[in-house]
Protein backbone atom coordinates (compact mmCIF):
# COMPACT_ATOMS: atom_id res chain seq x y z
CA UNK A 1 0.00 0.00 0.00
CA UNK A 2 1.38 3.40 -0.96
CA UNK A 3 1.38 6.57 1.48
CA UNK A 4 -0.39 9.67 0.83
CA UNK A 5 1.96 13.07 0.43
CA UNK A 6 0.08 14.94 2.99
CA UNK A 7 1.72 18.54 1.62
CA UNK A 8 -0.70 20.43 4.37
CA UNK A 9 -3.43 19.75 6.76
CA UNK A 10 -3.98 16.45 8.65
CA UNK A 11 -5.03 13.16 7.19
CA UNK A 12 -7.04 10.24 9.83
CA UNK A 13 -8.34 7.07 8.04
CA UNK A 14 -10.06 4.54 9.37
CA UNK A 15 -9.16 0.65 9.23
CA UNK A 16 -8.11 -1.35 5.96
CA UNK A 17 -7.44 1.97 4.11
CA UNK A 18 -6.21 0.82 0.48
CA UNK A 19 -4.30 4.28 -1.08
CA UNK A 20 -2.31 4.27 -4.87
CA UNK A 21 0.72 5.72 -5.65
CA UNK A 22 0.97 9.63 -6.29
CA UNK A 23 -2.46 10.78 -4.15
CA UNK A 24 -1.26 14.01 -2.85
CA UNK A 25 -3.47 15.74 0.42
CA UNK A 26 -3.35 19.40 0.53
CA UNK A 27 -6.01 20.34 2.92
CA UNK A 28 -6.07 23.66 5.07
CA UNK A 29 -7.50 22.02 7.59
CA UNK A 30 -8.02 17.86 7.94
CA UNK A 31 -9.42 14.88 5.63
CA UNK A 32 -11.48 11.92 7.43
CA UNK A 33 -11.91 8.89 5.82
CA UNK A 34 -13.73 6.23 7.36
CA UNK A 35 -13.44 2.31 7.53
CA UNK A 36 -12.47 0.55 3.92
CA UNK A 37 -12.22 3.41 1.89
CA UNK A 38 -9.86 3.54 -1.61
CA UNK A 39 -8.32 6.46 -2.73
CA UNK A 40 -6.81 5.76 -6.80
CA UNK A 41 -3.65 6.42 -8.20
CA UNK A 42 -2.91 10.08 -8.75
CA UNK A 43 -5.89 11.31 -6.61
CA UNK A 44 -5.82 15.01 -5.49
CA UNK A 45 -7.81 16.05 -2.03
CA UNK A 46 -7.95 19.45 -1.59
CA UNK A 47 -9.89 22.26 0.06
CA UNK A 48 -10.56 23.26 3.45
CA UNK A 49 -11.67 20.11 5.04
CA UNK A 50 -12.84 16.68 3.41
CA UNK A 51 -14.59 14.20 5.19
CA UNK A 52 -16.01 10.79 3.51
CA UNK A 53 -17.89 8.03 5.60
CA UNK A 54 -17.18 4.14 5.30
CA UNK A 55 -16.91 1.89 2.33
CA UNK A 56 -15.90 4.67 -0.38
CA UNK A 57 -13.88 3.49 -2.84
CA UNK A 58 -12.26 5.78 -5.24
CA UNK A 59 -11.21 5.18 -9.54
CA UNK A 60 -8.90 6.62 -11.95
CA UNK A 61 -7.23 5.76 -15.12
CA UNK A 62 -3.71 6.15 -16.27
CA UNK A 63 -4.04 9.49 -17.83
CA UNK A 64 -7.12 11.11 -15.53
CA UNK A 65 -7.37 11.79 -11.63
CA UNK A 66 -9.85 11.99 -9.11
CA UNK A 67 -9.40 15.74 -7.99
CA UNK A 68 -11.46 17.02 -5.20
CA UNK A 69 -11.01 20.30 -4.31
CA UNK A 70 -8.88 21.61 -6.98
CA UNK A 71 -6.40 24.15 -5.17
CA UNK A 72 -8.88 26.19 -3.27
CA UNK A 73 -7.62 25.76 0.56
CA UNK A 74 -8.14 29.24 0.69
CA UNK A 75 -11.67 29.46 0.35
CA UNK A 76 -13.37 29.18 3.68
CA UNK A 77 -16.26 27.24 2.70
CA UNK A 78 -14.09 24.74 0.40
CA UNK A 79 -15.50 21.80 2.17
CA UNK A 80 -16.41 18.43 0.76
CA UNK A 81 -18.55 15.75 2.62
CA UNK A 82 -19.69 12.31 1.60
CA UNK A 83 -21.32 9.69 2.68
CA UNK A 84 -20.87 5.71 3.37
CA UNK A 85 -20.96 3.41 0.85
CA UNK A 86 -20.05 5.63 -2.42
CA UNK A 87 -18.27 5.72 -5.24
CA UNK A 88 -15.91 8.23 -7.28
CA UNK A 89 -14.28 7.75 -10.28
CA UNK A 90 -11.88 10.55 -12.36
CA UNK A 91 -14.30 12.93 -11.24
CA UNK A 92 -13.23 16.96 -10.78
CA UNK A 93 -14.94 18.64 -7.59
CA UNK A 94 -13.96 22.68 -7.95
CA UNK A 95 -14.93 23.75 -3.75
CA UNK A 96 -15.69 26.99 -3.20
CA UNK A 97 -18.58 26.36 -1.53
CA UNK A 98 -19.72 23.39 0.66
CA UNK A 99 -20.70 20.28 -1.09
CA UNK A 100 -22.31 17.27 0.78
CA UNK A 101 -23.29 14.22 -0.85
CA UNK A 102 -25.16 11.63 1.13
CA UNK A 103 -24.91 8.01 1.01
CA UNK A 104 -25.13 5.28 -1.41
CA UNK A 105 -24.02 7.80 -4.27
CA UNK A 106 -22.13 7.08 -7.54
CA UNK A 107 -20.26 9.60 -9.75
CA UNK A 108 -19.75 8.34 -12.77
CA UNK A 109 -16.48 8.83 -14.75
CA UNK A 110 -15.64 12.06 -15.77
CA UNK A 111 -17.94 14.04 -13.86
CA UNK A 112 -17.53 17.74 -13.04
CA UNK A 113 -18.77 19.79 -9.50
CA UNK A 114 -18.17 23.26 -9.95
CA UNK A 115 -19.33 25.64 -6.83
CA UNK A 116 -18.51 28.83 -8.48
CA UNK A 117 -19.97 30.37 -11.77
CA UNK A 118 -16.61 29.53 -13.82
CA UNK A 119 -18.23 30.24 -16.85
CA UNK A 120 -18.63 34.08 -16.31
CA UNK A 121 -16.11 36.42 -17.24
CA UNK A 122 -14.01 37.50 -14.19
CA UNK A 123 -15.34 41.04 -14.83
CA UNK A 124 -19.32 40.16 -14.16
CA UNK A 125 -18.54 38.41 -10.71
Given amino acids: M ?7 GKFHAGSDLACGDNVVVD ?7 GDRC ?3 H ?6 RRIEIGN ?6 WEWKRLDIGHSRRDF ?3 IFKMGSRCT ?13 IGDDV ?3 PEVTIYTHFYWQSPLDG
Fill in 88 to 100: THDNKIDLSKPVT
Fill in 2 to 8: AVPLVKS
Fill in 106 to 108: GLS
Fill in 27 to 33: VDEEVIL
Fill in 76 to 78: EGA
Fill in 38 to 40: SIP
Fill in 42 to 47: NAYLGG
Fill in 55 to 60: DWHGYS
